[in-house]
Nanobody, 120 residues
């Protein structure tokens, strides 16, 4: 099983980035796919998730700015991030689980993370 996150980088406040998570080794359409993030010294924070039925969850802190989507044909999950703020700076992780949840322990497979840095 592999989850390969990419697309992170340095961006100015107000800018946009799109993260991708390429997956293999799982039945993509049978899983829920989520994004979490972690700042140094902080716990993992839920960002958003999309389920196999098309339902989505998004954290209040990023609502109206971030969107989670998936492409079953490409086995890839995306996180579109707009109007980025310095407080969005973190390592972003994609994860796979069996149910739509904001709780990290509900996800059994994790990618290695990609760093997003937002400058003010």
């Amino acid at each position: 099983v592999q989850l390969q996150a990419s697309g992170g980088g340095l961006v100015q406040a107000g800018g946009s980035l799109r993260l991708s998570c390429a997956t293999s080794g799982l039945d993509f359409s049978a899983y829920t796919w989520a994004w979490f993030r972690r700042n140094p010294g902080n716990e993992r924070e839920f960002v958003g998730a999309t389920s196999s039925s098309g339902s989505t969850m998004i954290a209040d802190s990023v609502k109206d700015r971030f969107t989670v989507s998936s492409d079953n044909a490409e086995n890839t999950v995306y996180l579109q991030m707009n109007s980025l703020k310095p407080e969005d700076t973190a390592v972003y992780y994609c994860a796979a689980g069996r149910m739509l949840s904001a709780t990290p322990r509900r996800y059994s497979h994790w990618g290695q993370g990609t760093l997003v840095t937002v400058s003010s």
